[in-house]
């Protein structure tokens, strides 16, 4: 996917996820997410500032800050941000939606598959429905697939081949797990909340491989 058709995606995701958010109820904002330790309102907290993020400067302090740990860097400043009023993170998504400015160390590939996984991240534990474009989830496959670190999907699923149902994206060989691209999508990511989505002989293996 070009990076003009995926900024666009990532605005209309913005967005629709600012949609979603604002006609949430105060328990549906404190409700747990798919990421282990956060909330709801701390994942709406990282989508949110993510388009803000932009000083090494400020990076290099708050990774200073969080002794050298990344992934704690990223929990403490999301938590952080996300103890502003929900409006407010409504707000700012809206009014950081067409913004192309990258966090540091990434890309735009990056930045799509951040809004499509954490949009599911929040629906799914609300029981809601989150539509995902196909054409960025396939994008968003490729890219987990081939980066390794923080996922190191390829490792974790080696042995079983995983394939597309609504379009044309395989991976991997041995027993086929097969579904939708979205749900393939948080599986290579590290999320289960979507094997219910997912079929195919490989699946009895996949599930004893990640309980």
């Known amino acids: 996917m070009d990076p003009d058709s995926a900024w666009t995606i990532i605005e209309e995701q913005r967005r629709s996820l600012a ?13 747990p997410s798919l990421c282990a330790g956060w909330r709801v309102r701390d994942v709406a907290g990282h989508v949110a500032l993510a388009p ?26 999301s938590v952080r941000h996300a103890r502003r009023p929900g409006a407010d993170l409504v707000a700012e998504l809206r ?18 598959f951040d809004i499509l996984v954490h949009g599911q991240d929040i629906a799914l534990p609300l029981g809601l429905e989150r539509p995902v474009p196909v054409g960025a989830a396939r994008a968003s496959l490729d890219r987990v697939w081939d980066m390794g670190w923080p996922f190191r999907a390829r490792r974790r699923l080696r042995g079983l081949r995983l394939a597309a149902t609504d379009t044309a994206w ?15 999508l948080m599986l290579l ?15 009895r293996a996949l599930t004893e491989r990640v309980r």
């Open 19 to 31: 949609d979603l958010l604002e006609g949430l109820s105060e328990t549906q904002w404190e409700t």
């Open 52 to 77: 803000q993020l932009t000083s090494l400067s400020r990076a290099a302090v708050e990774l200073v800050r969080a002794r050298g740990d990344y992934d704690r860097m990223v929990h403490d400043v």
């Open 95 to 112: 009014d950081h939606a067409a913004s192309r400015d990258l966090v540091v160390l990434t890309d735009h590939r990056n930045i799509l």
């Open 170 to 184: 395989s991976r991997g060989e041995g027993p086929l797990v097969e579904g939708p691209a979205w749900a393939l």
């Open 189 to 203: 990511t590290g999320r289960t909340a979507a094997l219910d989505r997912l079929g195919g002989p490989g699946t």
